[in-house]
């Protein structure tokens, strides 16, 4: 990733699919159903506004980059390569490039696309612009698109998949971005044409002009509206779904067992999942607090009850989990350890220390006004493994003195609440990404404040903020390994969110109609449904029987 050009590559296979079937071979048609956790469907195509719902499926991305293989592969870009001083990046565009209606999509559109999100900050998913790094997005002929930088960034091309490709000749024409609903849309993902839209089902089907011949070999995408995880598993069971991308309880009896030769299941390691705490309100804004509300989980039980056991309790305060096993440090994990080692007398003593304790006699402790401390742990509707995490940990907490309470809020008030800083404590998830240095941007970088999940818990720094600047400077592993380190110390000194566990990629799927799954015999990409990169790679491989 940090030579100099990035020689292009499609390894999932142009002429091969997942299974190792040649293309030619391979039976056109049939339609893949997958699950969406929602209260349904609306005439909205804009993929910024849809959550995950449209990217990799009628919107390409212009490379992927695939931690499962490590290599890069190529979508709508055939290759990407930096300027010497690391300040300019040129994207070459594949020839012969087109929308779904015919018409050529050419670097004109893609740097339209990325220019827009200037425009359009909420737009800006990755803080390109906002960082205040990029200077310019130029289309210099009809395949070819610079990037130029004020600062030398070696990391810049890992953030280019999170941005959408439009037709600029629709888009340039909309007076306001965030309320457009791209009515009639034009894509340049597999599938883009849209059969129907109702409001518990939608069905989009093949692209006639997608720019890979014979691809998909799926005709039709159908998406089904479900309110929570526990109506996945009888659909899976019912064959109403074939990829299910949720959490399912004692997977093995409830789901494998109905029908071993076909129902499957492949959870390989993701993100790390925290307790994210709002640093700038009290108590949260004692350390000595927040090391209590660690030290007072027992992180493998809440894995085994709550969790069933899927996840990996995460012992490292330094902010990665297993998904970046190589990249922690063993020696800032050894130091801090105690943080997250069950030990609620410690951490009843950290309490007592930090000036809180119960006035009253009612069991619970105070603060300083004689008011009970009493929290919100804010977790999606619907989420239901989580749901029981965060119940585990109210009651965990209730046993050191402090009174926490489930708050169960949509999707729309809990995106609202992270970004906006608004919460006391919430679980979510971390940065998944080419390399950690990108969860630390997330988690610590100003520019990212209001714009990401991962950013509003208080703790910040212009020194922090250099830190991070200065991975992007150089290509030396060795000064980049030494620079990772530092943000973990950083990370397990401040405690702005408590590590729970290393959650696993959800991934059921069913194989008596659908083959080329990506398998832990065959792990050509993270099976992750929410990941549009991800996704493409897998909707390309998969075929009829």
């Given at each position: 990733?940090?030579?100099?050009k990035?020689?292009?590559?499609?390894?999932?296979?142009?002429?091969?699919?997942?299974?190792?079937?040649?293309?030619?071979?391979?039976?056109?048609?049939?339609?893949?159903?997958?699950?969406?956790?929602?209260?349904?469907?609306?005439?909205?195509?804009?993929?910024?506004?849809?959550?995950?719902?449209?990217?990799?499926?009628?919107?390409?991305?212009?490379?992927?980059?695939?931690?499962?293989?490590?290599?890069t592969?190529?979508?709508?870009?055939?290759?990407?390569?930096?300027?010497?001083?690391?300040?300019?990046?040129?994207?070459?565009l594949r020839?012969?490039?087109?929308?779904?209606?015919?018409?050529p999509?050419?670097?004109?559109d893609?740097?339209?696309?990325?220019?827009?999100?200037?425009?359009?900050?909420?737009?800006?998913?990755?803080?390109?612009?906002?960082?205040?790094?990029?200077?310019?997005?130029?289309?210099?002929?009809?395949?070819?698109?610079?990037?130029?930088?004020?600062?030398?960034?070696?990391?810049?091309?890992?953030?280019?998949?999170?941005?959408?490709?439009?037709?600029?000749?629709?888009?340039?024409?909309?007076?306001?971005?965030?309320?457009?609903?791209?009515?009639?849309?034009?894509?340049?993902?597999?599938?883009?044409?849209?059969?129907?839209?109702?409001?518990?089902?939608?069905?989009?089907?093949?692209?006639?002009?997608?720019?890979?011949?014979?691809?998909?070999?799926?005709?039709?995408?159908?998406?089904?509206?479900?309110?929570?995880?526990?109506?996945?598993?009888?659909?899976?069971?019912?064959?109403?779904?074939?990829?299910?991308?949720?959490?399912?309880?004692?997977?093995?009896?409830?789901?494998?067992?109905?029908?071993?030769?076909?129902?499957?299941?492949?959870?390989?390691?993701?993100?790390?999942?925290?307790?994210?705490?709002?640093?700038?309100?009290?108590?949260?804004?004692?350390l000595?607090?927040?090391?209590?509300?660690?030290?007072?989980?027992?992180?493998?039980?809440?894995?085994?009850?709550?969790a069933?056991?899927?996840?990996?309790?995460?012992?490292?305060?330094?902010?990665?989990?297993?998904?970046?096993?190589t990249?922690?440090?063993?020696?800032?994990?050894?130091?801090?350890?105690?943080?997250?080692?069950?030990?609620?007398?410690?951490?009843?003593?950290?309490?007592?220390?930090a000036?809180?304790?119960?006035?009253?006699?009612?069991?619970?402790?105070?603060?300083?006004?004689?008011?009970?401390?009493?929290?919100?742990i804010?977790?999606?509707?619907?989420?239901?493994?989580?749901?029981?995490?965060?119940?585990?940990?109210?009651?965990?907490?209730?046993?050191?003195?402090?009174?926490?309470?489930?708050?169960?809020?949509?999707?729309?008030?809990?995106?609202?609440s992270?970004?906006d800083?608004?919460?006391?404590?919430?679980?979510?998830?971390?940065?998944?990404?080419?390399?950690?240095?990108?969860?630390?941007?997330?988690?610590?970088?100003?520019?990212?404040?209001?714009?990401?999940?991962?950013?509003?818990?208080g703790?910040?720094?212009?020194?922090?903020?250099?830190?991070?600047?200065?991975?992007?400077?150089?290509?030396?592993?060795?000064?980049?390994?030494?620079i990772?380190?530092?943000?973990?110390?950083?990370?397990?000194?401040n405690?702005?969110?408590?590590?729970?566990?290393?959650?696993?990629?959800?991934?059921?799927?069913?194989s008596?109609?659908?083959?080329?799954?990506?398998?832990?015999?065959?792990?050509?990409?993270?099976p992750?449904?929410?990941?549009?990169?991800?996704?493409?790679?897998?909707?390309?491989?998969?075929?009829?029987?």
């Amino acid at each position: 990733m940090h030579s100099r050009k990035v020689l292009a590559s499609l390894v999932c296979g142009l002429m091969l699919s997942a299974n190792g079937v040649v293309a030619d071979e391979i039976k056109q048609g049939g339609t893949l159903t997958v699950p969406i956790i929602g209260t349904g469907f609306v005439d909205n195509f804009n993929p910024y506004t849809t959550k995950d719902l449209l990217h990799g499926v009628m919107f390409e991305p212009l490379l992927v980059f695939n931690n499962m293989t490590g290599k890069t592969e190529y979508r709508l870009a055939e290759s990407v390569e930096y300027s010497d001083d690391l300040k300019s990046i040129t994207v070459k565009l594949r020839d012969g490039l087109k929308w779904s209606d015919g018409s050529p999509l050419t670097a004109i559109d893609v740097a339209f696309s990325f220019n827009m999100t200037k425009d359009a900050p909420a737009f800006d998913q990755k803080g390109i612009w906002s960082g205040g790094n990029l200077t310019s997005v130029t289309a210099k002929d009809a395949t070819t698109v610079i990037f130029d930088l004020k600062k030398p960034d070696s990391t810049f091309i890992w953030s280019l998949p999170a941005y959408h490709v439009v037709p600029e000749k629709v888009w340039s024409k909309v007076e306001d971005l965030t309320t457009f609903t791209n009515p009639n849309p034009i894509g340049s993902g597999p599938m883009t044409t849209i059969k129907y839209v109702k409001s518990q089902q939608m069905e989009l089907c093949r692209n006639p002009h997608y720019y890979i011949e014979n691809r998909p070999y799926l005709d039709c995408l159908t998406y089904r509206s479900y309110n929570d995880n526990s109506q996945i598993q009888p659909a899976l069971m019912k064959g109403e779904i074939e990829w299910g991308s949720n959490f399912i309880a004692d997977i093995d009896n409830t789901f494998v067992a109905a029908d071993p030769k076909n129902n499957h299941y492949w959870y390989p390691a993701n993100d790390a999942i925290h307790l994210y705490v709002n640093t700038k309100e009290k108590p949260f804004d004692d350390l000595k607090v927040r090391k209590a509300l660690s030290m007072a989980l027992d992180r493998e039980a809440i894995v085994d009850i709550a969790a069933y056991g899927y996840p990996t309790p995460n012992f490292n305060a330094g902010g990665i989990g297993e998904l970046y096993s190589t990249h922690i440090s063993q020696g800032v994990t050894d130091k801090y350890k105690a943080l997250t080692q069950y030990n609620p007398d410690k951490a009843k003593q950290l309490l007592d220390a930090a000036g809180y304790k119960d006035l009253n006699g009612d069991g619970f402790r105070d603060m300083s006004d004689g008011k009970t401390i009493e929290f919100d742990i804010e977790v999606v509707n619907g989420w239901t493994d989580w749901i029981q995490v965060v119940q585990m940990v109210t009651e965990y907490y209730e046993e050191i003195g402090i009174k926490a309470n489930v708050k169960t809020v949509d999707w729309a008030v809990y995106d609202k609440s992270l970004k906006d800083s608004e919460y006391k404590m919430s679980i979510n998830w971390s940065m998944v990404a080419t390399n950690p240095i990108l969860a630390y941007q997330e988690y610590f970088s100003t520019s990212r404040i209001g714009k990401t999940w991962h950013a509003g818990h208080g703790v910040n720094s212009p020194d922090i903020d250099n830190l991070i600047d200065s991975f992007g400077k150089t290509k030396a592993p060795a000064e980049q390994k030494k620079i990772l380190d530092e943000l973990q110390v950083f990370t397990a000194e401040n405690l702005p969110f408590i590590p729970l566990f290393s959650n696993p990629t959800w991934f059921q799927y069913n194989s008596s109609k659908i083959a080329g799954w990506p398998s832990e015999e065959n792990p050509y990409v993270q099976p992750v449904w929410y990941d549009g990169g991800k996704r493409v790679l897998i909707l390309n491989n998969l075929h009829l029987k």
